[in-house]
T-cell receptor
Framework: NAGVTQTPKFRILKIGQSMTLQCTQD?????MYWYRQDPGMGLKLIYY???????DKGEVPNGYNVSRSTTEDFPLRLELAAPSQTSVYFC?????????????FGEGSRLTVL | AQSVTQPDIHITVSEGASLELRCNYS??????LFWYVQSPGQGLQLLLK??????LVQGIKGFEAEFKRSQSSFNLRKPSVHWSDAAEYFC????????????FGQGTELSVKP
């Protein structure tokens, strides 16, 4: 199993551009998450999904959109990129949503908006 | 407000010395508790977790953590630190039936002196 795979690993965007961060997992996990990590702030939840076709907002959803058309894929869309979206983004998944299981993380996508 | 606090942003210990990283949470109920480790440029890896039962839990890489309900704490410990333990450590809490979402502390960066 590859686990959770994120692409790209690095990206530089200009203000106002749009892009999609890709996330795919091959563990047949129902629940998937997008977090952003900023220095000294820990990880903040952007969006999450409890299954194909179902998504919900996390703590910091503004400026982002997600979709979940399959169990495997959970892309994160940035519209009209802003410098405040410069961050490291992590996708994660878990087999069930009752809490208590282990979250599996991707290696992260470092985004810079100039 | 619900929160997870790691009071120490940065800790330096000598190789072979003992380590304790602090974590406090502020919630009405007892949450599920986790410690994750992040090596530079990597995603997060689960060290250990607490759900219920024995309040002293053992994890990977020789780490352990103790849940103290009266202090709302879940401190991470290791008797003898190795240079390879240098990393950032995150405490996190989750709740049953909340979609597996985790709330992370700010992180503690550990440096190890030779």
């Amino acid at each position: 199993n590859a686990g959770v795979t994120q692409t790209p690993k690095f990206r530089i965007l200009k203000i106002g551009q749009s892009m999609t961060l890709q996330c795919t997992q091959d563990m047949n996990h129902n629940y998937m998450y997008w977090y952003r990590q900023d220095p000294g702030m820990g990880l903040k939840l952007i969006y999450y999904s409890v299954g194909a076709g179902i998504t919900d907002k996390g703590e910091v959803p503004n400026g982002y959109n997600v979709s979940r058309s399959t169990t495997e894929d959970f892309p994160l869309r940035l519209e009209l990129a802003a410098p405040s979206q410069t961050s490291v983004y992590f996708c994660a998944s878990i087999i069930g949503g009752g809490a208590g299981g282990e979250l599996f993380f991707g290696e992260g996508s470092r985004l810079t908006v100039l | 407000a619900q929160s997870v606090t790691q009071p120490d942003i940065h800790i330096t210990v000598s190789e072979g010395a003992s380590l304790e990283l602090r974590c406090n949470y502020s919630y009405g109920a007892t949450p599920y508790l986790f410690w994750y480790v992040q090596s530079p440029g990597q995603g997060l890896q689960l060290l250990l977790k607490y759900f219920s039962g024995d309040t002293l839990v053992q994890g990977i890489k020789g780490f352990e953590a103790e849940f103290k309900r009266s202090q709302s704490s879940f401190n991470l410990r290791k008797p003898s630190v190795h240079w390879s333990d240098a990393a950032e450590y995150f405490c996190a809490v989750g709740f049953y039936n909340q979609g597996g979402k985790l709330i992370f502390g700010q992180g503690t960066e550990l440096s190890v002196k030779p």
